[in-house]
């Protein structure tokens, strides 16, 4: 994820004072001109630079650490609320009937954008519409509706019109119906004054409850000029940042948060239209710093969960914790998984698995995990349905015929099994637990292991950050 060298280095910084119980003013010094490097690296404007980091110096010498707090973790800490208070809270978009207006350059994502807010919007409960403007870019309408298409949302263009101020005004009386209006505008290679003119007269006719700059994670220190002069032409409430999946910085759509006074309101993560998150500040620091986001986490869950049973409407994940665990279980498991996103996102918001045991794995881990549960899913749909119901019986002529169908090694169908069985006992142990008490008493003890595993849960016994 784009700000991961941000994220490692910062975590690097503070490896530093592992084991120390007290700071001195030296490790102090030492630990913010890294994180000044860091910043800077990541395209972060300097003055924003030098004002984050003398906070950070300012606090780690005069206030005094809770008692028994590890260096470390009151840095830590530190920086966790420094980070979160530059960023400022998530832009307020209530569940509720409004307009938003999509403003930026070309080339940074605004009809990707609109289709995924939109997408978003809908497994909310509400129902969204989005109005096509851009009559300058050639393909901008053919694209937002195979976009909203695949968000299954409903699209207003005209793909023969030529004044964008009169589409505008045709599609909100054309979607009327529709609980929110996101209006995609034109954008152009610069911020020329005819891009300036015409969105200003959009904006005169759509009178939108919130306007967005979307911004390119790429943009670095030009997202200064950009800012300002977007917010001077229309007024800039928030910030949608796109194309987090790549290698960009990303330091300078935070930048552009600050110059505008404004706050990010979702963040892309991927091609998919529902590779969206809504931007939670405390989530995304604390992902950044190694210490999880359960409740991206737990959203990613709910909704992997839900696809994978509507594409298998006879399958309960549920039916696991009562019943005899088969293969079938395993495959739906691991389209849940799947349906869930990148495994290296997905780890991000692991409490102790993702930033400290991320970093110290191989570029490709994520890569080859992802390919070895393609495997698993070539093998296991080569497999008959007694098979996958009791794989215990799968003997040495079976895993032969198996490996040959599936274009596979007997190796990796036996690697299957044995990962199978790993899963089996598991469930087993969660079957054994009793009452729904006792299950919610393990996850908890889980959750607390977890978050201490990756250097920032536990915080010395105060919870995750102190009451």
């Known amino acids: 994820m784009v700000l991961d060298d941000l994220g490692s280095s910062l975590r690097g910084t503070l490896d530093k004072l592992r084991g120390k119980s007290r700071i001195s003013e030296e490790d102090v010094e030492e630990v913010v001109k890294e994180i000044q490097r860091s910043l800077l690296s990541a395209d972060v404007d300097v003055s924003l630079v030098m004002e984050l980091s003398d906070s950070i110096k300012t606090r780690a010498l005069e206030e005094e650490p809770p008692s028994g707090t590890p260096a470390r973790d009151f840095v830590l800490r530190i920086v966790y609320e420094e980070l979160v208070d530059l960023i400022g809270e998530s832009t307020d978009l209530p569940l509720e009937e409004q307009t938003i207006l999509l403003a930026g350059l070309q080339g940074s994502g605004k009809t990707t954008t609109s289709a995924k807010m939109a997408w978003w919007f809908s497994t909310k409960g509400l129902q969204p519409a989005v109005i096509q403007t851009d009559t300058f870019r050639p393909g901008a309408y053919d694209q937002a509706k195979q976009m909203c298409e695949r968000a299954e949302v409903d699209f207003y263009g005209d793909p023969d019109g030529e004044d964008p101020v009169q589409i505008a005004r045709d599609g909100l009386e054309a979607t009327s119906d529709a609980d929110v209006h996101i209006v995609d505008t034109a954008g152009r290679h610069a911020l020329e004054d005819d891009l300036i003119a015409e969105i200003e007269q959009i904006d005169d006719v759509v009178q939108p409850d919130t306007s967005l700059l979307v911004l390119d994670a790429a943009i670095g220190q ?7 002069q977007f917010d001077e032409s229309i007024g800039i409430d ?5 194309k987090l999946d790549g290698t960009a910085k990303g330091g300078g759509a935070l930048t552009a948060v600050d110059q505008t006074d404004s706050s990010i309101a979702f963040l892309g993560t991927g091609e998919e239209v529902e590779d969206v998150e809504r931007f939670e500040p405390e989530g995304f620091i604390s992902r950044l710093l190694g210490m999880g986001d359960l409740g991206q986490l737990a959203e990613r869950v709910e909704r992997a969960m839900e696809q994978t049973q509507v594409e298998e409407e006879d399958w309960d994940p549920e039916d696991m914790l009562t019943g005899q665990f088969t293969l079938n ?3 739906k498991q691991m389209e849940a998984m799947n349906n869930m996103g990148p495994l290296d996102q997905v780890m991000d918001m692991i409490p102790g698995f993702g930033g400290g045991i991320k970093d110290q794995l191989p570029d490709d881990a994520m890569d080859v995990t992802q390919d ?3 495997t698993f899913e070539y093998i296991m749909d080569s497999m008959t349905d007694t098979e996958k119901e009791y794989p215990r019986a799968i003997g040495a002529s079976q895993i032969e015929r198996i490996a040959r169908g599936s274009g596979t090694s007997e190796e990796e169908v036996r690697e299957l099994l ?9 469930i087993k142990q969660f079957q054994g637990m009793g009452s729904e008490q006792e ?3 393990m996850m908890k003890q889980m959750q607390q292991q977890g978050g201490g595993g990756g250097g920032g849960g536990g915080m010395g016994g105060m919870g995750p950050f102190g009451d």
Do not use: H, L, P, Y
């Open 222 to 228: 030009g997202a200064k000029d950009q800012a300002q």
């Open 238 to 242: 928030g910030v949608a940042i796109t």
């Open 329 to 331: 279980d395993m495959q």
């Open 372 to 374: 070895r549960m393609r």
């Open 418 to 426: 044995q990962q199978f069985k790993m899963m089996e006992r598991t």
């Open 439 to 441: 299950m919610q008493r």
